[in-house]
Structure formats: structure tokens, C-alpha cells
């Protein structure tokens, strides 16, 4: 008697207050490749099969401006950057599973990580939970590469950058000139020029006098802001523009991201989202964008997975 009362009143709780079943669906993951690969690149697509050695199951979205992987390609050199992240925005706003989930998480590579930061900011449609980017350069660059003899794009790139970086014309056209980014000498604050023209990096590291309370929200609105510096990196010039931080060309001084006013008076939301130990700054050994399983699949297990694995499991140690 008293048994059967007890399994009826347990029952009878368990009724009252059913408890949602564990989800353990990974969250799907949205990457955003760098300058010069294209969405379904096979860099890409390894990528995508690790991610699901570590999280299987998970629906991996490679983000690409144009189903035709050669026009991508040149998307991520030639293009107006805000109509470029518009697009992506209204695209996976409508994506009949993305928009659906509760958050996805998202893994940028090189220049890629500003665009999906870009999207943090300006759409955040599906919401982002953890955004990873691998020698992403957070605080532009302050030099252009040097193109190999035999690519055309980067030639023809820097054909047009001759045209004046700071021009409409390049602004519109170019994409590393819409993060490229100068500081005035005398001062060491970001130049009059920059400020004015540039069509993508000042406006969304909020460095204008105005700042936009959307993007400063939703930078604090993330989980985690998790940025990988390559130890090596030539590519990106200065490699410590990857962890938010500004270099003095001529001393080589780096003032990292904790003592910049951006940071300090807190334009864009990162220093809230510091204070709830969601920025971090890692290393990654090697050259820029020279990837090692090891440190991508340690990264995934640690960032990537179901949405509520990160927030209760303890947090494991990166192993670089
Ligand atoms: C801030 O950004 C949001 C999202 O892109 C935009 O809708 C809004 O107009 C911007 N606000 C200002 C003051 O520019
Ligand atoms: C890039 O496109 C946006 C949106 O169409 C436009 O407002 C902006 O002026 C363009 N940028 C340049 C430098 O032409
Ligand atoms: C440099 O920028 C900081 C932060 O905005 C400002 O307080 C300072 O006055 C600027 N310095 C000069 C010389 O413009
Ligand atoms: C860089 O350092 C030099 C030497 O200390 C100084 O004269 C110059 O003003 C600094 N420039 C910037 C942009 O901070």
C-alpha cells in the first residue's frame, strides 16, 4: 500500500514537473573561410568531417557568397563587404534548419572571423553561443601581403589598391582595403582616414564617435569570443592585430586589447563579455593558418557540441 503510493505520488510529481529531456543535438556550426578559398574548398570540407569526429551528427553550414565555388573565390577578394554580410544575414535568417535552432556556433578563419563577427553585430539570426576564430585580424591590418607570382586575384587586387586605399572606388571593391587599418603617427590613435572611409573594420569595432549600442550588445551577448593567434604568423600584419591588440609600426610596442580605450571604456561590448570570462586569447603554434588537427579537434571538443554541455561540463584544459 504504502509503496504503490509512494510510485503514484512519484508519478504525480513527475507529471507536475516533467523535466525536458536532455538534448544532446551538437549545435550546428557556421564557418566562414579566408582570402582566396571558396566554401566547398577541401580545406574546408576536412574541417567539417573533424568537426563531426568530435561532434558527430552536427550540421556544418560552410558559408559561400555564390553556389559557384570559383565566384566565391573571388567574393573574398572583390566586393562591397556590407552587402556581402547583408546577404549572409538574409540567408541564413531563411535557412529552413539554421533559423530554427536555438544558437549555432561559428568558426572563422583569417578574414572570415571579421565577417562572422560582422554578422554577431549586425544580425545575430540565428544566434551565435561561441564564436572561434583562428588568425583572424581583429584589429585590421596595417600592411598587405605579398601575392605569389602565379595568383592573379591577389594581383589584380593589389592592382586596384594602387588606385588609392582609401577611396570609395577600392572601398567598395576591395576586401582586405575594408579591414585595412592606420593609426596616425604623431598620435597612435586610429587616423583621421581610416576613420572616415573605412567601410567595414571602423564601423565595426565601433571606433567612430557614434557607437552602436546593437553591436556593443551583442558582442556581450555571446558566450564566448574565443581568438586564436597563429605564434608564427607572416601573413597578417601584425600577427597581435588576432588577439585585438595595436602595434606601433616603428618600436614594434604592443599595446594588447586590456589597455586600449576600445577595451577600457568599452565601445564594443568586450570588456562585458570579459567580466563574464567569455574572451579568450589562445595560441596556436605555427604559420598563419597552418592548422594542426590536434589544436582544431581540442578547439571543437571545447567550444563546439551541444547546448548544454558547455555550460555544465568542467572546463578542459586546451592541450597545444
Ligand atoms: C546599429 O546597427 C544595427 C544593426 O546593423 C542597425 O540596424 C542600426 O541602424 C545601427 N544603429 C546606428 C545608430 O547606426
Ligand atoms: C557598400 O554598400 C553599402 C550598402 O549598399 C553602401 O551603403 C556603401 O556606400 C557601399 N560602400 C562603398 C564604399 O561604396
Ligand atoms: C586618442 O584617443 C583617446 C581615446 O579615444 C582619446 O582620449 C585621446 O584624446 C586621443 N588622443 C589624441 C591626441 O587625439
Ligand atoms: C611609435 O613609437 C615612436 C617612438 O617611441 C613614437 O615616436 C611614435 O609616436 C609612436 N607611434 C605611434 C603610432 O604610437
Known amino acids: 500500500m504504502r509503496s504503490s503510493l509512494t510510485l503514484l505520488l512519484s508519478a504525480a510529481l513527475a507529471l507536475a514537473a516533467p523535466t525536458p529531456p536532455e538534448d544532446d543535438t551538437p549545435l550546428p556550426v557556421l564557418i566562414w573561410h579566408g582570402l582566396g578559398d571558396t566554401f566547398n574548398g577541401d580545406g574546408i570540407k576536412q574541417i567539417g568531417e573533424l568537426i563531426d569526429s568530435v561532434h558527430e551528427g552536427t550540421l556544418v553550414y560552410p558559408i559561400g557568397l555564390d553556389p559557384d565555388p570559383n565566384s566565391d573565390r573571388t567574393a573574398s577578394w572583390f566586393g562591397n563587404t556590407t552587402q556581402q554580410i547583408a546577404q549572409v544575414c538574409a540567408e541564413l535568417a531563411a535557412h529552413p534548419i539554421l533559423s530554427t535552432a536555438p544558437a549555432v556556433d561559428a568558426l572563422g578563419f583569417s578574414q572570415g572571423g571579421i565577417f562572422l563577427r560582422a554578422y554577431v553585430e549586425r544580425c545575430n539570426f540565428p544566434p551565435v553561443r561561441n564564436l572561434v576564430t583562428f588568425g583572424t585580424p581583429h584589429n585590421g591590418i596595417s600592411e598587405f601581403q605579398a601575392c605569389a607570382t602565379t595568383d592573379w586575384m591577389c594581383k589584380g587586387a593589389m592592382a586596384l589598391l594602387k588606385m588609392r586605399t582609401w577611396s570609395s572606388f577600392v572601398?567598395?571593391?576591395?576586401?582586405?582595403?575594408?579591414?585595412?587599418?592606420?593609426?596616425?603617427?604623431?598620435?597612435?590613435?586610429a587616423s583621421e582616414e581610416y576613420l572616415e572611409y573605412s567601410n567595414l573594420l571602423a564601423d565595426i569595432?565601433?571606433?567612430?564617435?557614434?557607437?552602436?549600442?546593437?553591436?556593443k550588445k551583442n558582442i556581450a551577448s555571446l558566450n564566448k569570443l574565443v581568438m586564436?593567434?597563429?605564434?608564427?604568423?607572416?601573413?597578417?600584419?601584425?600577427?597581435?592585430?588576432?588577439?585585438f591588440a595595436e602595434v606601433n609600426g616603428t618600436t614594434r610596442t604592443v599595446f594588447p586589447l586590456k589597455d586600449r580605450p576600445i577595451y577600457k571604456e568599452d565601445w564594443l561590448g568586450l570588456k562585458k563579455l570579459d567580466e563574464k570570462d567569455g574572451l579568450e586569447f589562445r595560441i596556436a603554434p605555427g604559420k598563419h593558418m597552418q592548422l594542426s588537427d590536434k589544436v582544431l579537434k581540442a578547439a571543437f571538443k571545447e567550444y563546439f557540441g551541444p547546448l548544454k554541455a558547455s555550460s555544465k561540463a568542467p572546463k578542459p584544459k586546451l592541450d597545444l
Do not use: H, I, M
Open 205 to 215: 569595432n565601433n571606433e567612430r564617435e557614434v557607437k552602436n549600442e546593437t553591436y
Open 171 to 189: 572601398q567598395n571593391r576591395l576586401v582586405p582595403a575594408q579591414y585595412y587599418r592606420t593609426v596616425d603617427p604623431e598620435t597612435g590613435n
Open 228 to 243: 586564436f593567434q597563429f605564434s608564427d604568423d607572416v601573413t597578417v600584419v601584425p600577427r597581435e592585430s588576432e588577439w
